[in-house]
């Protein structure tokens, strides 16, 4: 599983990792829990669901929500560069988006960065279809995919 050899990448490297997660709602952080050597690897992690958590631990402006929503490649960005100033893990990662619609038909948008301590910043946007939980689910699959190849090129 790509958890697994993530976790083993990080401390082949002896690389910190932290999550900023509205979206999954600490999925990430708790998939990469799951793995055996987490606690070597995992600093911290943080759930910020609503807005005002964004805002208050994360330092995303309103006016950026106001501009581009809270669903956008900017808040996701602002999301990182907030957790990196918190945590100064060598990888930083936050995700925002839609995991829930009125049909699991419904395509549903999510932004993702990933910010390293060589002071990267990789921004992504993608969708899923399915139910809350597929979505959410299928959100840490991309998310870990990109965060492989991204940890492999330090």
């Keep these: 599983m790509i958890e ?3 976790v083993e990448l990080l401390i082949k490297k002896n ?3 932290s999550f900023a997660e509205s979206a999954t709602g600490g ?9 055996c050597g987490a606690s070597n690897i995992l600093k911290e992690s943080y759930i910020t669901y609503s807005n005002e958590s964004k805002m208050k631990i994360l330092n995303v402006k309103q006016e950026t929500i106001n501009k581009y929503s809270v669903y956008s490649k900017e808040v996701a960005e602002e999301m ?12 930083c990662v936050s995700i925002t988006g839609i995991a829930e619609s009125n049909s699991i038909d419904d395509e549903k948008p999510f932004f993702y960065s990933i910010k390293t ?3 990267k910043l990789y921004s992504f946007e993608s969708s899923t279809i399915g139910s809350r ?6 959100m840490v699959n991309i ?7 991204i940890i492999k090129d330090i």
């Design 4 to 6: 697994n050899e993530i």
């Design 15 to 17: 690389l910190t990792i």
């Design 27 to 35: 999925l990430l952080a708790s998939t990469i829990i799951s793995v």
């Design 80 to 91: 990182v560069n907030g957790l990196y100033n918190i945590t100064l893990s060598d990888i």
């Design 117 to 119: 301590s060589n002071d």
């Design 133 to 138: 939980n597929d979505s959410r689910y299928e």
């Design 143 to 149: 998310i870990f995919s990109s965060l492989y190849r």
